[in-house]
């Protein structure tokens, strides 16, 4: 479930998902966040197993994705989620939709195998992170000027040692948050979360920015 | 010669800066809500002047030096556009209250100039009273939807009438 550390080659897309993936499923109200592992074949099966509760659970699924042009797109039976991506950008990610809710999706790629660590590091890695620096944003002065409000969700990877790497902008809903959100973003920090030794691997997270004006009356 | 000469470089070289001078005060005072009138009437043109380059005391003297002198032969237009003036020299020097009451007789003689509600706008932001402001700016927008000074006011409002809030959700 882990992925080696990878400098981003700005150059190279997806355009055929084959491989496998670590994914952050964000904005489901009742679930929270969750993480899978998306395995996609090349004859268009897709295998994801969930992680839940601080372990890997054998809650793996074989379901048919499709691609039509540049659209990718599967139905997942189980939390009954329809999810979709455009390829051809620099990360897998999209978003996915049930009949009243929708959220996101991001995944970094996975370089190695799933099932070659011990209990102990698949148990580190299925915690949390913990946040040691949680950087904020200031609001930029020429939105509140002008009443803009937005949102940005940015996904990345965290090294072992809690380094934030490759951000990725998921959604960025006006120009202006762009660079304090990033800014923020690469100011923070999280604790290591595996020993020193296994510094080369990196796990997928994103973080969601919400700008809000408040107006007070006078 | 030589020296006749090089007189004369020098005084075309400082009529060039008294120039660039005047340009660039004029230039830095374009976002004060003031309006350029007087024709016709020095005091009025000498007053509008003042308020232009930041003399307010000075303006609002001749301004209304210039309103007495012309108080029986003035049009309504050129008077509200006085007070207008001294409105706007009353609220950029700091006295709001009174800068208000200008901007009342100024609209009260025509209710259809753009510049005296921005004169207004601006002196009720000055007592941090938004929601007149806010009123006043809306019918200067109406009157003048291309008024750079009525975005910039706008600017300056929303950012005391609006706190900023920023929720950051980590999905992991």
């Known amino acids: 479930m882990l992925s080696k550390v990878y400098a981003q080659e700005f150059d190279s897309r997806v355009d055929r998902p084959i491989g496998q993936w670590n994914c952050v499923l964000y904005g489901n109200p009742m679930i929270g966040d969750e993480r899978s592992f998306f395995s996609f074949g090349a004859n268009n099966i897709l295998r994801i197993t969930r992680t839940i509760e601080g372990a890997i659970s054998s809650n793996s699924v074989d379901l048919s994705y499709e691609i039509e042009g540049n659209n990718l797109s599967f139905y997942d039976t189980i939390s009954g989620r329809t999810f979709n991506a455009t390829l051809g950008g620099r990360t897998l990610s999209g978003e996915w939709r049930t009949r009243t809710q929708q959220g996101g999706w991001w995944c970094s790629p996975a370089g190695v195998d799933e099932g070659i660590f011990s209990d102990a590091v698949i148990e580190t890695y299925g915690r949390r992170l913990d946040v040691e620096v949680m950087a904020s944003p200031s609001y930029p002065v020429q939105a509140i000027r002008e009443v803009t409000q937005g949102r940005v969700v940015i996904c990345f990877e965290v090294t072992t040692l809690g380094e934030i790497i490759n951000p990725n902008f998921i959604e960025v809903s006006d120009e202006v948050f762009r660079a304090p959100s990033l800014d923020a973003l690469v100011r923070s920090k999280y604790r290591s979360w595996l020993p020193m030794t296994e510094d080369e691997f990196t796990r997928p997270a994103c973080r969601s920015f919400i700008y809000r004006l408040d107006y007070v009356y006078r | 010669m030589r020296l006749f000469r090089f007189i004369n470089i020098c005084r075309q070289y400082l009529s060039f800066l008294l120039f660039f001078f005047v340009c660039s005060q004029l230039m830095a005072q374009q976002n004060t809500p003031s309006t350029i009138i007087g024709v016709g009437n020095e005091y009025l043109s000498a007053g509008s002047f003042a308020v232009s380059i930041g003399q307010y005391e000075e303006g609002i003297r001749l301004t209304e030096l210039g309103l007495q002198q012309g108080s029986l032969n003035m049009t309504d237009t050129y008077r509200a556009s006085a007070l207008s003036n001294l409105c706007a020299a009353y609220a950029a020097k700091g006295d ?77």
């Open chain 2, 96 to 172: 709001a209250v009174t800068a208000i009451q200008r901007c009342n007789e100024s609209i009260f003689l025509v209710s259809n100039n753009w510049r005296a509600y921005i004169n207004r706008a601006y002196s009720y932001y000055s007592l941090n009273e938004l929601v007149e402001a806010r009123f006043d700016l809306d019918a200067a927008n109406a009157l003048n939807p291309d008024s750079r000074q009525a975005v910039q006011l706008r600017g300056m409002i929303n950012e005391q009438a609006y706190r900023p809030r920023i929720i950051m959700e980590d999905h992991q």
